[in-house]
């Protein structure tokens, strides 16, 4: 089943913004498990920093006799025997000396771990800091430091203990709030993608409106007269005889459909933004003149009252502005069976149309300005093209109805100075 462009555009938009929230989420995701390993190595680093201290601390009350035998008895007399972190020291493997455990079980973890670590510092002779697993369902960070005996050889090793349930507990809150900022970035990300996925498709999406827009009105507008004008062909085609009577109306609605069309042209130009306004001084009042005197009346009586005015204006425009606004009191400003009577007046900058038809509601006044809402079965175009023109300039169109009956049309320029 086929889409149309709109849909189209509507899928465009949320692939970009899921395009552009995937993207940004996964950066933050990066970000994120930098910054929580981070963390993690950082309060690492302070566990066993203060485990350092300690090791270091007791390395310097083991003491070695002059037969080399290491003797651990100071330790016990140090007031870190009873406080955290605890710590042990350990013989390496064949027991040189008797295994030393400060009193305070600050960090409970099978001796077994310890004494494993011990024999490890001493083969390698290097510091060793890590997780093992407590006596509970916690895990204990230690730290093993080997010394050395007078033969300079690995003796043993000091192990120090210490409980990470308060660092590990910080970090845990750590992550989860740096998991929530996350959501919210990343929520608020997608938000920001989708504003500026509509703010970069909208160019698209307005030509797109308008080019279908203009499409259903060339429609709309030509279906009545293209039907108008076949009917006319079929007739004069079957009776020849009518054709001297049927000639004449087939090329008004003819000349009908070209001015449909050029003032849709004119729609589609001023709405796209490209219609280059030649803004000139202008003789309103001349300008009027000469458009009553070109507009064929039809039987219908135009009264035009007129004052010496000048404004700012592209002439083609408001001439074809001013036309439009005639034709329409022409067509529809009369009562049934009874010939138009327009009256038009142009003073300060204003051209005022008035005519003696049923009036226009005033609920939908501003309406009869939009597309296929004209209120009287025509398209609106025409009045449409008036607004547009009339902004286009920098003035104004208003519609009322007059006290005695009929609707009044005041299109306003600026003045020239």
């Given at each position: 089943?086929?889409?149309s462009?709109?849909a189209?555009?509507?899928?465009?938009?949320?692939?970009?913004?899921?395009?552009?929230?995937?993207?940004?989420?996964?950066?933050?995701?990066?970000?994120?498990?930098?910054?929580?390993?981070?963390?993690?190595?950082?309060?690492?680093?302070r566990?066993?920093?203060?485990?350092?201290?300690?090791?270091a601390?007791?390395?310097?009350l083991?003491?070695?006799?002059?037969?080399?035998?290491?003797?651990?008895?100071?330790?016990s007399?140090?007031?870190?025997d009873?406080?955290?972190p605890?710590?042990?020291?350990?013989?390496?493997?064949?027991?040189?000396?008797?295994?030393?455990?400060?009193r305070?079980?600050?960090?409970?973890?099978?001796?077994?771990y310890?004494?494993?670590?011990?024999?490890?510092?001493?083969?390698?002779?290097?510091f060793?800091?890590?997780?093992?697993?407590?006596?509970?369902?916690?895990?204990?960070?230690v730290?093993?430091?080997?010394?050395?005996?007078?033969?300079?050889?690995?003796?043993?090793?000091?192990?120090?203990?210490?409980?990470?349930?308060?660092?590990?507990?910080?970090?845990?809150n750590?992550?989860?709030?740096?998991?929530?900022?996350?959501?919210?970035?990343v929520?608020?990300?997608?938000?920001?993608?989708?504003?500026?996925?509509?703010?970069?498709?909208?160019?698209?999406?307005?030509?797109?409106?308008?080019?279908?827009?203009?499409?259903?009105?060339?429609?709309?507008?030509?279906?009545?007269?293209?039907?108008?004008?076949?009917?006319?062909?079929?007739?004069?085609?079957?009776?020849?005889?009518d054709?001297?009577?049927?000639l004449?109306?087939?090329?008004?609605?003819?000349?009908?459909?070209g001015?449909?069309?050029?003032?849709?042209?004119?729609?589609?130009?001023?709405?796209?933004?490209?219609?280059?306004?030649?803004?000139?001084?202008?003789?309103?009042?001349?300008?009027?003149?000469?458009?009553v005197?070109e507009?064929?009346?039809?039987?219908?009586?135009?009264?035009?009252?007129?004052?010496?005015?000048?404004?700012?204006a592209?002439?083609?425009?408001?001439?074809?502005a001013?036309?439009?606004?005639l034709d329409?009191?022409?067509?529809?400003?009369?009562?049934?069976?009874?010939?138009?009577?327009?009256?038009?007046?142009?003073?300060g900058g204003?051209?005022?149309?008035?005519d003696?038809?049923?009036?226009?509601?005033?609920?939908v006044a501003e309406?009869?300005?939009?597309?296929?809402?004209s209120g009287?079965?025509s398209?609106?175009?025409?009045?449409?093209?008036?607004?547009?023109?009339?902004q286009?300039h920098?003035?104004?169109?208003?519609?009322?109805?007059a006290?005695?009956?009929?609707?009044?049309?005041e299109?306003?320029?600026?003045?020239?100075?």
């Open positions: 089943m086929t889409t462009a709109a189209r555009l509507r899928r465009l938009r949320w692939l970009l913004t899921v395009l552009f929230t995937a993207l940004n989420a996964a950066g933050l995701l990066v970000l994120a498990w930098l910054f929580a390993e981070q963390d993690r190595a950082q309060g690492e680093l566990l066993d920093a203060e485990l350092k201290q300690v090791t601390a007791v390395s310097r083991v003491q070695q006799q002059d037969d080399g035998t290491i003797v651990t008895g100071f330790a007399q140090d007031p870190m009873t406080s955290c605890e710590f042990a020291v350990l013989p390496a493997a064949g027991g040189a000396f008797e295994p030393h455990f400060s305070r079980d600050c960090a409970p973890v099978d001796q077994g310890l004494h494993g670590l011990a024999r490890e510092a001493t083969a390698s002779g290097k060793i800091e890590g997780y093992v697993p407590g006596t509970g369902n916690g895990v204990v960070r730290v093993a430091q080997p010394f050395l005996n007078k033969a300079g050889q690995y003796a043993g090793a000091i192990i120090a203990a210490s409980d990470p349930a308060a660092e590990l507990s910080r970090h845990r750590v992550v989860l709030w740096t998991i929530g900022g996350c959501v919210l970035l929520a608020a990300v997608g938000m920001a993608g989708h504003l500026l996925s509509g703010r970069a498709i909208r160019p698209a999406a307005m030509a797109l409106e308008q080019q279908e827009m203009l499409l259903a009105e060339t429609a709309h507008d030509l279906r009545t007269p293209v039907a108008a004008l076949r009917a006319l062909a079929e007739t004069a085609w079957r009776n020849p005889a054709r001297p009577d049927l004449p109306r087939t090329v008004r609605l003819a000349a009908r459909m001015s449909i069309i050029d003032d849709l042209l004119v729609r589609a130009r001023l709405a796209a933004g490209v219609e280059t306004l030649a803004i000139q001084p202008v003789w309103l009042d001349q300008l009027v003149a000469g458009v005197g507009t064929p009346a039809a039987g219908a009586q135009v009264t035009v009252t007129t004052a010496p005015t000048k404004v700012n592209d002439p083609g425009l408001v001439q074809r001013v036309g439009n606004l329409n009191a022409l067509r529809y400003g009369r009562q049934p069976g009874a010939p138009a009577i327009v009256h038009i007046t142009v003073a204003r051209v005022t149309v008035a003696h038809g049923p009036g226009i509601d005033a609920s309406e009869s300005f939009d597309r296929f809402t009287a079965g398209s609106g175009l025409g009045l449409s093209i008036v607004r547009w023109t009339a286009a920098g003035g104004f169109l208003r519609v009322y109805n006290e005695e009956g009929g609707a009044i049309f299109l306003a320029f600026p003045l020239a100075e």
